[in-house]
């Protein structure tokens, strides 16, 4: 069974536990509001394979959320889901902060592996007569970070949200599965190396 770690991040307002529980549960839940960093666990089954998922939902009071994921270290995460809403264009630029320090932190931490699977959500699509954020200005902030993009509403649709999430663990399990390769690869290497040069010398000795 395979495990996936996704982290869940946005300001406050923005409706991130509501997105998530709306996943977790199917139901809306109108106001929650936490000051703790909460670590959620589901089982699942997505195209046949039985997964572990941990979303890791940290505080986002005080706008706090810089120290949050700074504090975190991003390397725990397989995949980030970051939150903004549509009606609050603060959330937006918040949104946009987090994504730059995701790759920023991952950058220090993951030498060689930046790039992670990501999506920027715009939440409270309920909301859009009176959007301060374009829908066009979502997509192109999330094609300048190479993720994915999609407005939603946790008030009204669980099915696109439930979406949302399946494809973002989809790419996950591509991503780790091409993380191991790589390793294998790597490590197939070393060896082949290590026996050239064991029996190389052994052959110069002879």
């Known amino acids: 069974m395979n495990d996936i770690k996704l982290a869940l991040l946005g300001s406050e307002g923005a409706g991130k536990s509501a997105v998530l529980v709306r996943f977790l549960t199917r139901r809306f839940i109108g106001e929650y509001a936490s000051?703790?960093?909460?670590?959620?666990?589901?089982?699942?089954?997505?195209?046949?394979?039985?997964?572990?998922?941990e979303v890791f939902d940290p505080c986002s009071e005080q706008s706090s959320e810089a120290r949050c994921i700074l504090e975190e270290p991003v390397d725990w995460a397989d995949g980030f889901v970051v939150v903004y809403n549509i009606s609050d264009r603060s959330s937006f630029i918040h949104a946009k902060n987090i994504l730059l320090q995701i790759r920023e932190a991952r950058m220090d931490n993951c030498k060689g592996d930046v790039e992670v699977p990501v999506c920027l959500v715009g939440n409270k699509q309920d909301l859009?007569?009176?959007?301060?954020?374009?829908?066009?200005?979502?997509?192109?902030?999330?094609?300048?970070?190479?993720?994915?993009?999609?407005?939603?509403?946790?008030?009204?649709?669980?099915?696109?949200i439930a979406n949302l999430f399946?494809?973002?663990?989809?790419?996950?399990?591509?991503?780790?599965?091409?993380?191991?390769d790589r390793r294998r690869y790597s490590g197939s290497k070393s060896m082949a190396k290590l026996i050239n040069n064991v029996f190389g010398k052994r052959r110069k000795s002879v």
């Not at 000051?35 to 394979?49: A, Q």
Request: a negative charge; hydrophobic letters at 30%.
């Open 35 to 53: 000051n703790t960093n909460s670590l959620y666990h589901k089982r699942l089954s997505i195209d046949g394979r039985q997964l572990n998922l």
């Open 128 to 160: 859009c007569h009176i959007r301060q954020v374009c829908e066009d200005e979502g997509r192109c902030l999330a094609q300048e970070n190479h993720c994915n993009f999609q407005e939603v509403s946790a008030a009204e649709s669980y099915q696109d």
């Open 166 to 180: 399946t494809q973002l663990i989809r790419q996950v399990m591509e991503h780790l599965k091409y993380r191991a």
